[in-house]
């Protein structure tokens, strides 16, 4: 796929805002045939550019589990290092998120855990296994603040 233009940008902006805004919509506020969009939509996702779709659950009701927010350092940052790290974090699906970070650590990683016991084992088996790791710090989160949020929409009776 080329560069992207005006109008990818702005149908990436409303998918954002809200991924289940019908193709249609997203169509006419882009001002695109619903065909154009749909092709537009799928070139990005056959790019990669659009990697998925998802909902934010708001677990606070139905779960309790706590984010632990950890911050990784490898002891080399070469191209190897962060390969041979970012490969075997791929392995674990605890691990929900990880950033290539600028500053202080290498890496930041988000996990989800029940309680201090869960996270203890993750630790074990898991974080201080990776390759390359030289220093873990972890924080657990208190209570999510703030989520993306689709916008509220009014949405049609059909």
């Not at 954002?16 to 506020?29: C, G, I, K, Y």
């Not at 500053?103 to 296994?129: P, W």
């Amino acid at each position: 796929m080329t560069a992207l233009d005006a109008i990818d940008r702005n149908i990436l902006r409303l998918l954002r805002l809200d991924a289940r805004m019908s193709n249609a919509s997203v169509a006419a506020e882009v001002g695109l045939s619903p065909s154009a969009c749909l092709r537009r939509i799928k070139l990005m996702e056959q790019a990669g550019i659009i990697r998925g779709y998802t909902a934010l659950v708001d677990t606070s009701d139905i779960e309790t589990t706590s984010a632990v927010i950890i911050n990784i350092t490898l002891e080399r940052q070469t191209e190897d290092h962060l390969d041979r790290f970012e490969a075997a974090v791929r392995k674990h699906p605890e691990i929900r998120e990880c950033f290539l970070m600028t500053g202080g650590s290498d890496y930041l990683l988000r996990v989800e855990v029940a309680n201090a016991g869960e996270f203890e084992r993750i630790h074990k088996e898991i974080l201080s296994t990776l390759p390359g790791v030289s220093r873990i710090h972890s924080s657990f989160a208190i209570r999510n603040v703030f989520a993306t949020k689709p916008k509220t929409r009014r949405r049609s009776k059909c």
